[in-house]
T-cell receptor, first 111, second 113 residues
Framework: TQLLEQSPQFLSIQEGENLTVYCNSSSVFSSLQWYRQEPGEGPVLLVTVVTGGEVKKLKRLTFQFGDARKDSSLHITAAQTGDTGLYLCAAENQAGTALIFGKGTTLSVSS | NAGVTQTPKFRVLKTGQSMTLLCAQDMNHEYMYWYRQDPGMGLRLIHYSVGEGTTAKGEVPDGYNVSRLKKQNFLLGLESAAPSQTSVYFC????????????FGPGTRLTVL
């Protein structure tokens, strides 16, 4: 069974702090996606990483795909209250028909 | 261009009642999905469709049925609601299968008493 394990499950920080969340698996994936979900809304894609070792930056967010394509990390620099939300990683299932999702990291940034 | 819309946004049912959740997308996507989201459980796939007239079971299909009579619509039915089906339901669509970007609707919060 393919599993995506995310850590930490919850993170509460002050504005301006840096943080990293992780997405790990024992399976190899062809690509991995990160979504952000705000309260009361559906998830929205942030980024897709495809190549092992790839690093992508989206303003203050840095995404990295592990060399072996089994894990990924999301680093946020100088967090802002607008970064508050649920961060989900996702990858294609073995059948290639749908995505499997991690359980998510709930981030709370306070001012 | 509304993207993915879901109807209704909220619903309260009594045990044993039935209801249908409607999902509509205007992006001409072939693939559509129904997920449920429960605290601490992430998103779990209920059913999906790879095109008009086709449906398939996901990870947690029991107690649900689906239909895709038109390409733009994907219906999720609960024939006899149970308290265990209290959840937030999300519909999503994608242009391609698998690891392609999925576009989500705003969700339906369902409570079964």
């Amino acid at each position: 069974t393919q599993l995506l394990e995310q850590s930490p499950q919850f993170l509460s920080i002050q504005e301006g702090e840096n943080l990293t969340v992780y997405c790990n698996s024992s399976s190899v994936f062809s690509s991995l996606q990160w979504y952000r979900q705000e309260p009361g809304e559906g998830p929205v894609l942030l980024v897709t990483v495809v190549t092992g070792g790839e690093v992508k930056k989206l303003k203050r967010l840095t995404f990295q795909f592990g060399d072996a394509r089994k894990d990924s990390s999301l680093h946020i620099t100088a967090a802002q209250t607008g970064d508050t939300g649920l961060y989900l990683c996702a990858a294609e299932n073995q059948a290639g028909t749908a995505l499997i999702f991690g359980k998510g990291t709930t981030l709370s940034v306070s001012s | 261009n509304a993207g993915v819309t879901q109807t209704p946004k909220f619903r309260v049912l009594k045990t044993g009642q039935s209801m249908t959740l409607l999902c509509a997308q205007d992006m001409n996507h072939e693939y559509m999905y129904w997920y449920r989201q429960d605290p601490g459980m992430g998103l779990r796939l209920i059913h999906y469709s790879v095109g008009e007239g086709t449906t398939a079971k996901g990870e947690v299909p029991d107690g649900y049925n689906v239909s895709r009579l038109k390409k733009q619509n994907f219906l999720l039915g609960l024939e006899s609601a149970a308290p265990s089906q209290t959840s937030v339901y999300f519909c999503a669509s994608s242009y391609l299968a698998g690891g392609n970007t999925q576009y989500f609707g705003p969700g339906t919060r369902l409570t079964v008493l």
